[in-house]
């Protein structure tokens, strides 16, 4: 009997530490295992010396309150082994147009079951545009397509998203990795209500003035729904689907999971696309040290899974993911490690491993099936 109790121990001890292995490496995924329902946004604007001669982004600004002075006027954050995040990434200070940077972020992507970046895109000729080809080449190799997030560049108006999608297909719509919804582009519209309703109509409804509806510039445009209230914002835009963006949950109303069932019902009622976003965590403290009400704990992974479990239960159309890489606000999936400098002790992802996040997307892109 006790033979017999000690051959048992020794088999648990065995099989949990067999799963534990298995959960810190990455999976085996192959081609057909992505999920073209699963977008993460992806942030190409990071520069480092080596590559770009300047830092970018990794060299973030302390941003000011509105009103309280207390953290104005504090220095921006040089880079290097000191950079504007709460997290370290495994990869370093890397730079966006680094060809073997990309390739380990298509991979990881890839090993995450995702089908679909959603790059943040800011326009002709920017830093985030110049390496849209070099990212969507590496990702047709790859099977996975490419799509954008029409961010709100200066005066942006509705006439000037209609220029951007142009460029956008002139440039990029071509490309064998180029991401299409029922055929037609998906573009999502970061802060769309910045821009009216009537304007948007003009260019969304079939008989706007410069209706984009039956011409080569036809697509779904998505936008952001922030506040409680906005159904008929959205319904007289003309918009063909909604989307919720923010990693912290309950920082809006879109982006509060508890919301979820309502809006998809509401989607579904009007012809539109549900696309809520989910996101491991929150943490923006080193760029916003006023923001403590926003974060949010990655509680070893359940806040993640939590999110995912109320998107699914919504019946989206499409699941985005908050993010891949904007280590900015503390919401990435890419790999982070554990590292200590002088003035900041980095958060981590212990006691998890630091793919623990692309591997538990993998589990999850298994379970949305459309």
């Not at 530490?17 to 993460?40: A, G, I, Q, R």
């Not at 919804?181 to 309703?197: E, R, T």
């Not at 793919?355 to 099936?369: A, C, D, P, V």
Request: aromatic residues 18%; charged residues 25%; hydrophobic residues 35%.
């Amino acid at each position: 009997m006790i033979k017999h109790h000690k051959r048992l121990f020794l088999n648990i001890i065995f099989f949990l530490l067999f799963v534990s292995y298995n959960c810190d490496k990455l999976y085996t995924v192959k081609n057909n295992d992505l999920n073209y329902n699963l977008h993460t946004f992806y942030y190409a604007w990071y520069g480092n010396k080596e590559i770009d001669g300047s830092q970018r982004h990794w060299d973030h600004e302390v941003l000011p309150h509105w009103s309280n002075n207390t953290w104005n006027d504090l220095p921006d954050f040089p880079g290097g082994e000191d950079i504007g995040a709460n997290f370290y990434p495994k990869l370093g200070n890397y730079s966006s147009n680094d060809v073997n940077t990309i390739s380990k972020h298509i991979d990881m992507i890839k090993q995450a079951g995702i089908g679909v970046i959603t790059l943040s895109w800011w326009g002709e000729d920017t830093f985030e545009d110049k390496n849209v080809k070099l990212i969507m080449d590496i990702a047709d190799a790859q099977r996975i397509k490419v799509n954008f997030h029409i961010e709100p560049t200066k005066d942006r108006t509705a006439e000037k998203v209609v220029e951007m999608i142009k460029y956008i297909l002139d440039n990029y719509g071509n490309h064998n990795s180029f991401y299409r919804f029922n055929s037609k582009p998906l573009f999502y519209v970061y802060d769309s209500y910045h821009i009216d309703a009537k304007d948007w109509a003009k260019i969304l409804s079939a008989k706007g003035e410069k209706t984009i509806r039956g011409t080569d510039l036809d697509s779904y445009i998505i936008g952001l729904w922030v506040h409680k209230g906005e159904e008929d914002y959205f319904i007289n835009g003309n918009f063909d689907g909604i989307y919720t963006y923010f990693a912290s949950n309950g920082f809006t109303y879109g982006s509060s999971s508890k919301n979820w069932d309502y809006l998809s019902k509401w989607a579904i009622k009007n012809k539109k696309l549900f696309i809520p976003c989910v996101g491991p965590g929150y943490s923006d403290s080193r760029i916003r040290p006023w923001n403590t009400q926003n974060f949010k704990s990655r509680n070893e992974g359940k806040y993640y899974d939590s999110m995912f479990e109320s998107a699914i239960a919504s019946n989206p159309n499409i699941i985005g993911i908050t993010s891949f890489n904007e280590w900015h606000e503390g919401t990435q999936i890419e790999p982070a490690i554990q590292k200590k400098i002088k003035s900041f002790d980095y958060e981590n992802y212990y006691p998890l491993d630091e793919n623990y996040y692309l591997n538990r997307t993998f589990y999850w892109s298994k379970r949305f099936i459309k």
